[in-house]
Antibody, heavy 116, light 107 residues
Framework: QVQLKETGPDLVQLTQTLSITCTVS????????VHWVRQPPGKGLEWMGA???????DYNSAFKSRLSISRDTSKSQVFLKMNSLQTDDTAKYFC??????????WGQGVMVTVSS | DVVLTQSPATLSVTPGERISLSCRAS??????LHWYQQKPNESPRLLIK???QSISGIPSRFSGSGSGTDFTLSINGVELEDLSIYYC?????????FGAGTKLELK
């Protein structure tokens, strides 16, 4: 069955870099797209960026040049890397599968706190 | 960017009643408008896709309608398990965007 699972740190220091891995199963990264969405505590959902099945990427301009998404198809993994973290980057980070413009499966998310 | 405005922000409901939640887009998103349910400490769950298409495993009391800029999610006979936050999301253009959510609470 389709599954996505995020792994990453619970705590990141101010101005440091966040790295999260999304490991997927039940589908191929060369067939489906995987996107990143985040949710600050008590707030709504924010689309961050995309890893398309062809290997291309797109990013929300809100993150300017801080965000990078990559993948390793042999390991069925998609990576999020974001630098210069601030306290307002404290959030739960989700990876989600996109099928025909719909997020049909989501990971459980990883809660990341940025600490000063 | 397409702004999605959901209303109301909070809706107090009584089990059994029929309710409607609104999502308005700042520009046309055709029918690339999807609805998700999120319970505390859970991931969002897809409820309705392409404005009105049902999802396997989702109770039939959930339905959607609309196109262009105005969309509605209806629940015909609210149950206690439906007390959650509901988000709309547009997949018409990047960046994909979400509404701020409507929270269903018990009256």
């Amino acid at each position: 069955q389709v599954q996505l699972k995020e792994t990453g740190p619970d705590l990141v220091q101010l101005t440091q870099t966040l790295s999260i891995t999304c490991t997927v199963s039940g589908f191929s990264l060369t067939t489906y797209n995987v996107h990143w969405v985040r949710q600050p505590p008590g707030k709504g959902l924010e689309w961050m960026g995309a890893m398309w099945n062809g290997g291309g990427t797109d990013y929300n301009s809100a993150f300017k040049s801080r965000l990078s998404i990559s993948r390793d198809t042999s390991k069925s993994q998609v990576f999020l890397k974001m630098n210069s973290l601030q306290t307002d980057d404290t959030a739960k980070y989700f990876c989600a599968r996109l099928k025909r413009r719909v997020f049909d499966y989501w990971g459980q998310g990883v809660m990341v706190t940025v600490s000063s | 960017d397409v702004v999605l405005t959901q209303s109301p922000a909070t809706l107090s409901v009584t089990p059994g009643e029929r309710i409607s939640l609104s999502c308005r887009a700042s520009e046309s998103v055709d029918t690339y408008l999807h609805w998700y349910q999120q319970k505390p400490n859970e991931s969002p769950r897809l409820l309705i896709k392409y404005a009105s298409q049902s999802i396997s495993g989702i109770p039939s009391r959930f339905s959607g309608s609309g196109s262009g800029t105005d969309f509605t999610l209806s629940i015909n006979g609210v149950e206690l398990e439906d007390l959650s936050i509901y988000y709309c999301q547009q997949g018409n253009s990047l960046p994909y965007t979400f509404g701020a959510g409507t929270k269903l609470e018990l009256k």
